[in-house]
């Protein structure tokens, strides 16, 4: 088996740093496995599990991805990956959960307290503030994994917070 490396890269948002990063690991022959990217405010963050040739070492992979010209000015790190690659029955999403509204300091908490309640393991979390008319919007969309036996009384306790905070709750079966 190839050896993995988690490759992370946190910098400006621009035009081009999907491509430039996910061709450059092309071009050095690594196969990506989970991989995620989000703009956080002006920045952005690219993150992935790797499989790396055995010719390529994490810090040639570092050095190389560093010196790439989309990648002015960030933070580059790749390290070993120790976790198995092969996501366990806890990261099969069941169930995509949304919530919007205006902003409620500890949201987040208080959301994620319910899915751990009953048992619900977050795969994907995603927090937006948005523009809209009104001024802002939060949105938040959750990607969970929900054991049967416990879905409608989960989502039924997340469209009960959401509805005493005033917020828009959407939630979908996959």
């Known amino acids: 088996m190839a050896a993995l490396a988690l490759v992370s890269t946190f910098c400006p948002d621009r035009v081009g740093l999907v491509s430039g990063i996910t061709g450059h690991l092309f071009e050095l022959g690594i196969n990506l ?12 963050e690219f993150s992935a599990v790797c499989e790396l040739p055995d010719t390529v ?4 992979v570092e050095a190389s991805l560093s010196a790439q010209p989309e990648l002015a000015g960030a933070q580059v790190k790749v390290t070993p990956f120790d976790f198995d690659p092969v996501p366990g029955p806890q990261a099969f999403v ?12 500890g949201l987040v908490a208080r959301l994620s307290e319910i899915f751990t309640q009953f048992e619900a393991n977050i795969v994907r979390l995603d927090a937006q503030t948005l523009p809209d008319r009104a001024g802002e ?12 036996e416990r879905v409608d009384t989960c989502l039924a306790a997340v469209a009960n917070t959401a509805e005493a905070l005033s917020l828009n709750c959407r939630t979908e079966a996959l």
């Open 94 to 105: 069941t169930h995509r959960v949304e919530v919007s509204g205006g902003d409620q300091p």
């Open 137 to 148: 919007r939060y949105s938040l969309r959750f990607s969970v994994s929900i054991p049967p």
């Open 57 to 60: 070492t994490v810090e040639e």
């Open 33 to 44: 496995r989970d991989a995620t990217f989000a703009s956080l405010g002006t920045g952005a």
